[in-house]
């Protein structure tokens, strides 16, 4: 941190700690001010400050004799101690519940000598107990919007799997359709980008009546607080819902949502804004301007004026035509690169290219290879799940259950392997135009050997091995472990291949190099999980896999019917790691696909 907003952040928490402990308005209010100042002045503060000289730091406008001795104090010796001397009388605590949006220091000042809150804690103890409905001018208003912010401090941090973020953005996008005026709504952000785990939901809504559309979107179900309600952007807090139960997070776990409105004839130019990433926004206005042109959230412009002028002008008024602005493809088109789509934008290379990367999308998909049933812990018989693939326009579906190792997943012991392995075929026999493959989801033993032996591995046509347990190993024995399975000649797919769970559990850090080499030698493929909790191999490892060339499985690892749909998240994953169709053996048709996994018996 800058020494300027070290120092502007001294003097804003001291003039807290002076309100809290009752100090006079006029010292309060002289450090704030100072905070202010300090933060905005174009005079560099640090080397005047370092070099004791008060003069020169007083004679700025607003700076008195008092603050210039304690920036000079703070730059000489790393702390103020006024500031030592108040942390001494305001508890950390109290500094927390301050930190609580919606409250400030009166009220903080009121809970701490009347109901001795000295942290947050305390509040929450107050609250319970109704005991806060004591205080001056403390309506339930307030304390429903202390009780979400409190919610909020708690979940934020937190980052939310796109598969939770997507129910809620697809709900508030449902409702959004359906306000008056609407022309259109959209999604973007880190979202539309598909990363694996997202800060707040970014929607742009086009309309002929915002009024109606920002009502809409402030008393929408489930919105806990409205943190802006402004001419082009709203704010809120939601609570996630019925999506916190299938993410094991309590009911009150809340997300920011973000709506902007904007101009429906310049929508590719927002949504290419809004969608980011912030990186990649940068390098396109670089690209503009290096061709002579302006780019922002309006469209792309022959460059009359710089872009701060331009963006100081009202839309309506500004009156310069933009070379594009209608659509995404027409901007790239006139910035001269390919369509880079949105799960490309990271300013991870995508500048640099001269064609068209067509990445794997959804439609490519036409096998599933890691299935569970009842006979494990799934939740769908044969039938079912074979139901769903055939709607999908799936060829091929191979069950994979558990194997005997995964106790507490139900796995089979060989016998009962062997009779699903006749259930399977027998199965395959009787239902048409979708093949059905006998596999198993077989554990990688912490030694690397696999849970069942040689001759029953060999007599399924599918085997996904993954690791379960032991998932806190150091990367050196983690990545023994995984050579040895790939290594294993009956092996066709490492499935998670380093088991991390999304904000939950690290996994293995295997040395990927090492990994991807050996699954080309071997001809074994690297498993994309396409589970929101999982998505694993993550993007930068799809990234190294596509770049050696080696082989990619993408996977729903289905246990629910509605596990399918989870298939996106993991084509987007591929996408972000710039995997193309034919990289994936999903992707492949039937006769190669059931050739190359003949190959291994
Ligand atoms: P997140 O929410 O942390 O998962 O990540 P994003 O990428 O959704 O970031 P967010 O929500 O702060 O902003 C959404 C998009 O808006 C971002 O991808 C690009 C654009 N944007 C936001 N702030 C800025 C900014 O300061 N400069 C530029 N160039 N673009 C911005
Ligand atoms: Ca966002
Ligand atoms: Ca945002
Ligand atoms: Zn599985």
């Known amino acids: 941190m800058s020494f300027q907003k070290h120092a502007s952040d001294l003097f804003h928490t001291m003039s807290q700690m002076l309100e809290l402990t009752g100090s006079d308005r006029f010292r309060v209010n002289a450090h704030a001010k100072a905070s202010r100042i300090i933060k905005d002045t174009t005079v560099d503060l640090e080397p005047l400050a370092r070099d004791g000289d008060l003069k020169a730091i007083a004679a700025i406008e607003g700076i008195g004799k008092g603050t210039a001795a304690k920036l000079i104090e703070l730059a000489q010796t790393g702390t103020i101690s006024e500031y030592e001397a108040l942390c001494t009388k305001v508890p950390i605590g109290v ?27 305390d509040l929450k103890r107050i609250l319970d107990d109704g005991s806060i409905l004591e205080l001056p001018r403390m309506g339930e208003k307030t304390v429903e919007n202390i009780k979400a912010s409190i919610a909020f401090l708690e979940s934020s941090g937190r980052r939310l799997p796109i598969g939770i973020a997507q129910q809620v953005a697809d709900r508030f996008i449902t409702m959004l359709k359906e306000a008056p005026g609407t022309i259109r709504v959209a999604f973007a952000g880190s979202l539309r980008r598909g990363k694996d785990s997202i800060g707040d939901v970014d929607i742009l809504i086009a309309t002929t009546d915002p009024d109606a559309a920002r009502e809409a979107f402030t008393t929408c179900d489930g919105v806990m607080q409205v943190l802006a309600k402004g001419e082009t952007k709203c704010s809120i807090r939601t609570a996630i819902g019925d999506s916190a139960s299938r993410w094991g997070k309590d009911k009150n776990a809340a997300v920011q949502v973000d709506l902007r409105m904007v101009d429906e004839p310049n929508w590719g130019a927002a949504l290419l804004y809004f969608t980011g990433s912030k990186e990649h926004g940068v390098r396109l206005r670089e690209r503009a301007i290096s061709m002579g042109m302006t780019l922002n959230e309006y469209g792309l412009f022959k460059d009359a004026s710089s872009e701060a002028d331009f963006k100081k002008m009202p839309p309506q008024t500004r009156g310069i035509e933009p070379i594009a602005c209608a659509s995404e493809e027409a901007i790239y088109l006139a910035l001269e690169m390919p369509f880079i789509p949105p799960t490309m934008r990271e300013d991870r290379g995508e500048m640099k290219l001269t064609e068209p990367i067509h990445v794997i999308e959804l439609e490519d998909i036409k096998a599933e290879l890691h299935s569970h049933t009842m006979a494990s812990d799934g939740k769908m018989t044969i039938e079912e799940s074979a139901a769903i693939a055939k709607a999908r326009g799936f ?25 699903h392995i006749k259930s399977i075929r027998e199965a395959n026999t009787r239902i048409d135009g979708i093949t059905l493959l006998a596999g198993s989801e077989v554990d990688i033993l912490v030694d690397g050997t696999l849970d069942y032996d040689d001759d029953l591995l060999h007599a399924l046509d599918v085997v996904v091995a993954s690791p379960h347990a032991g998932l ?6 983690a990545t023994k472990r995984l050579l040895k399975a790939i290594e294993h000649p009956m092996v066709h797919i490492i499935g998670h291949p380093t088991g991390r769970l999304i904000e939950q559990r690290e996994g293995l850090s295997p040395d990927m190099n090492e990994i991807i080499a050996a699954a080309i030698e071997h001809h074994v493929a690297l498993e994309i999980n396409s589970h929101w909790m999982r998505l694993d191999l993550r993007d930068t490892h799809v990234r190294a896999v596509v770049e050696a060339g080696a082989l990619i499985s993408i996977n729903c690892d289905g246990h629910h019917p509605g596990d399918y749909d989870n298939l996106i998240f993991g084509v987007l994953t591929g996408q972000r790691g710039w995997l193309t169709a034919e990289r994936c053996i999903n992707t492949w048709d039937a006769k190669k696909l059931h050739g190359w996994l003949k190959s291994k018996r």
């Open 472 to 477: 806190r190993a150091k990367p050196k024995q």
């Open 95 to 121: 500094m927390e519940v301050l930190g609580v949006q919606g409250l400030g220091p009166k009220t903080v000042k009121l809970m701490w000598e009347q109901k001795g809150v000295e942290s947050i804690d």
């Open 395 to 419: 060829h091929t579906l191979a069950i994979t259950d558990h194997s005997q190792s995964s106790a507490v997943a139900g796995g089979l012991k060989p016998h009962r392997l062997c009779e």
